[in-house]
Every structure is written in C-alpha cells, then in structure tokens.
T-cell receptor
Framework: QQQVKQSPQSLIVQKGGISIINCAYE??????FPWYQQFPGKGPALLIA?????SEKKEGRFTISFNKSAKQFSLHIMDSQPGDSATYFC????????????FGSGTRLSIRP | ETGVTQSPTHLIKTRGQQVTLRCSSQ?????VSWYQQALGQGPQFIFQ???????GRGNFPPRFSGLQFPNYSSELNVNALELDDSALYLC??????????????FGPGTRLLVL
C-alpha cells in the first residue's frame, strides 16, 4: 500500500516558469512533510519541510502548500531554473515510527532553457 | 556535501552471496537509517539504529541486518542475495535521539547489482 502518492512522474517546464508537484498521503498520524531533491549520483538532500500546523511555508523560490483536510501537499518552484533539473521526492513521517521517512515515487523535473 | 560517506560506490554480486555495505556518519550523529532505492523509485526505509540498537524496521526480511559502531560508522549486511536486491542503498544520519524528528543527511549511496 502506497502511503504517499506523488504526481506527476515527470515534468518539463520552461525557464522562468512555475513547477508544481503534488502529493497525497493516507496516514493521519503523519506530522512532518519534507521534500527532497536528488541529483544523479547523489543521495537525496532536504529542500524544505512543513508541519501540519501551518498551511504554507516559503523558502526563497520554493513554497510548500499544505491542505490537512484533503491530506494533500504540494511543492511550487517559482522562476524555475535549469539548475533545478533533478528528481524531487515528497515524503512524510511521524514521531511514533522512529523518524522513519516514507517517500513518494518521485518526479523527474526538467527545466528547458 | 553532507559529511556522510558510503563505501563502496558500486558493487556487483551474484545471487546467493552475502554483501556488507558501509556508512560513515557525521561526528555527533547518533542515529543512522538505511534505505533501499530501486531504479526510478523513492527510497524505502529498511531500518534505523540509535546508539548501536535497532530502533525501527521497515518491511524487509531478516536477511537484511545492520550494525552501528561507537565511532559513528555503520554497516548494512544482506545475506542470500536475490536479483530484486539490486538497488541503490542509502544511509542517512541525524543528530537526534530516538523518536525525535531531526534532519537526516543522506550519503551518496552504494549501487548494488545482483546477477
């Protein structure tokens, strides 16, 4: 059973455009929602994270929107740049599971110059 | 760079063999987690160690085992390798105590191919 569902699987955006990746979760015990960025040959790196007590968090060009009632959250990348081309994973975790992180299946983002 | 290193970077084994993968965490990071990332998929949690004790396990069989040492190094051992064990194996370390949500820093991974 896939606990964190991510879409789309791949995404192509023009330079300067907005990249949007969506995720949905099932387990209401999740209380930490990080996004990871992974470049080829590298491990995932934490990009931005949100707790369910806020509906939005912004760090630079990256924004997480969180809808607790719908059990959905999304990543928006504003003014997308070629250097943002990578695979992005949404994830979820809860305190009772020893910080085990449940990852989505990933979105391969390509930014066209 | 995250300060988390893994060795080897690549490894080829045959079905039925055993393999040991190694991870070196950042100094002061008492928690290490291991993940399996199949090609084109997100990482899947294998298990977590806190101060040398297993502190949570995902849906992986007992032939996946681990060790954590006092010098912030750790090992993932896989016995009786199967073809489906071919994947990128990632370790991630964090500073927090068991059950605390702390930022996990991932290493670059070991790519294992089972023939």
């Amino acid at each position: 059973q896939q606990q964190v569902k991510q879409s789309p699987q791949s995404l192509i955006v023009q330079k300067g455009g907005i990249s949007i990746i969506n995720c949905a979760y099932e387990n209401t015990a999740f209380d930490y929602f990080p996004w990871y960025q992974q470049f080829p040959g590298k491990g995932p790196a934490l990009l931005i994270a949100i707790r369910p007590d806020v509906s939005e968090k912004k760090e630079g060009r990256f924004t997480i929107s969180f809808n607790k009632s719908a059990k959905q959250f999304s990543l928006h990348i504003m003014d997308s740049q070629p250097g943002d081309s990578a695979t992005y994973f949404c994830a979820a975790s809860d305190y009772s599971s020893a910080s085990k992180i449940i990852f989505g299946s990933g979105t391969r983002l390509s930014i066209r110059p | 760079e995250t300060g988390v290193t893994q060795s080897p970077t690549h490894l080829i084994k045959t079905r039925g063999q055993q393999v040991t993968l190694r991870c070196s965490s950042q100094s002061g990071h008492n928690t290490v987690s291991w993940y399996q990332q199949a090609l084109g998929q997100g990482p899947q949690f294998i298990f977590q160690y806190y101060r040398e004790e297993e502190n949570g396990r995902g849906n992986f069989p007992p032939r996946f085992s681990g060790l954590q040492f006092p010098n912030y190094s750790s090992e993932l051992n896989v016995n009786a390798l199967e073809l489906d064990d071919s994947a990128l194996y990632l370790c991630a370390s964090s500073r927090g105590a068991a059950g605390q949500l702390e930022t996990q820093y991932f290493g670059p991974g070991t790519r294992l191919l089972v023939l």
